[in-house]
């Protein structure tokens, strides 16, 4: 196994800014131990983004926020702008996950705007996708995924979207009461996405990173990473307990001896 892979977390709304910080000191030491072709991330709320990108300032792992506006700035109370989150100097901005289509109706309209944004403030995109569990019993699961993916990245170029990742979250995997997926079923759907990218982009398609997450654990981890266009993992419950995360890291390590 030659190329990067990128592990990862959001934390969505877990963390109090002091449990963030203790997790990441040890994160920060434990990415000094771990084999270069894996590429860190973590996610935290809006509250804590300055203090664990301030302490995270010198180490290898890359920070990202859970949302933001389109806009540089406006009457959008409760939002913050693509500019605020440059300032503090974040790397990547996760965009489209499900909870936000979910709870908020985020649409692949919207979502695009963000990924412009996103891009014009030099940040990495990661544009989640994903279909949901009457979707996947109505057999339309690939026409759901071809369709965010080429709204959510409408008017993106061959040159910008080499900065651009996708992850790939089928709903009803994700959360509590997820059921993980089959690696056979990830498998193919990581084929059919890698064929959408190529035909939208030609050659810069095949290298965009496509990360999968849904109910990532300890028991299935392994399976998911070996498979020939998963690039990453985007890692839930099973990442924030440090102790269960350094497992993974620690086996994922392996893959690089």
Same mark, same amino acid.
């Given at each position: 196994?030659?190329?990067?892979? +990128?592990?990862? !977390?959001? +934390?969505?709304?877990?963390?109090? *800014?002091?449990?963030?910080?203790?997790?990441?000191?040890?994160?920060?030491?434990?990415?000094?131990?771990v084999s270069s072709n894996i590429e860190l991330?973590? /996610?935290?709320?809006?509250?804590?983004? /300055?203090?664990?990108?301030?302490?995270?300032?010198?180490?290898?792992?890359?920070?990202?926020? #859970?949302?933001?506006?389109?806009?540089?700035?406006?009457?959008?109370?409760?939002?913050?702008?693509?500019?605020?989150?440059?300032?503090?100097? %974040?790397?990547? %901005?996760?965009?489209?996950?499900?909870?936000?289509? #979910?709870?908020?109706?985020?649409? @692949?309209?919207?979502?695009?705007?963000?990924?412009?944004?996103?891009?014009?403030?030099?940040?990495?995109?990661?544009?989640? %996708?994903?279909?949901? *569990?009457?979707?996947?019993?109505?057999?339309?699961?690939?026409?759901?995924?071809?369709?965010?993916?080429?709204?959510?990245?409408? @008017? =993106?170029?061959?040159?910008? =979207? !080499?900065?651009?990742? =996708?992850?790939?979250?089928? =709903?009803?995997?994700?959360?509590?009461?997820? %059921?993980?997926? @089959?690696?056979?079923?990830?498998?193919?759907?990581?084929?059919?996405?890698? #064929?959408?990218?190529?035909?939208?982009?030609?050659? !810069?398609?095949?290298?965009?990173?496509? *990360?999968?997450?849904?109910?990532?654990?300890?028991?299935?981890?392994?399976?998911?990473?070996? /498979?020939? @266009?998963?690039?990453?993992?985007? /890692?839930?419950?099973?990442? +924030?307990?440090?102790?269960?995360?350094?497992?993974?890291?620690?086996?994922?390590?392996?893959?690089?001896?």
């Open positions: 196994m030659s190329n990067k892979i +990128w592990i990862g !977390t959001n +934390w969505k709304m877990t963390k109090t *800014l002091k449990e963030g910080l203790a997790y990441t000191e040890e994160l920060n030491e434990l990415s000094k131990k991330f973590i /996610i935290p709320s809006h509250t804590a983004l /300055i203090p664990i990108h301030e302490l995270t300032s010198k180490s290898r792992i890359h920070i990202g926020a #859970q949302n933001m506006h389109w806009e540089e700035e406006g009457a959008y109370t409760g939002e913050v702008s693509p500019r605020m989150l440059e300032e503090i100097g %974040i790397d990547m %901005i996760e965009l489209g996950h499900s909870e936000r289509r #979910q709870y908020y109706n985020e649409n @692949d309209r919207e979502i695009n705007k963000k990924v412009h944004a996103g891009l014009s403030h030099g940040f990495t995109p990661l544009v989640c %996708i994903g279909e949901n *569990l009457e979707q996947k019993n109505n057999n339309i699961s690939k026409e759901v995924l071809a369709a965010q993916l080429k709204v959510c990245l409408k @008017d =993106v170029t061959k040159e910008e =979207v !080499t900065k651009v990742m =996708v992850a790939y979250e089928p =709903v009803w995997a994700i959360g509590e009461n997820g %059921i993980p997926a @089959d690696a056979t079923y990830v498998a193919e759907a990581h084929a059919f996405l890698r #064929q959408q990218l190529v035909e939208l982009y030609g050659e !810069t398609g095949a290298k965009i990173p496509l *990360l999968f997450g849904g109910s990532v654990n300890l028991e299935n981890f392994m399976e998911y990473i070996k /498979i020939e @266009d998963v690039n990453g993992l985007f /890692i839930g419950r099973a990442a +924030w307990n440090m102790d269960s995360f350094k497992q993974i890291l620690h086996r994922l390590d392996d893959l690089f001896a």
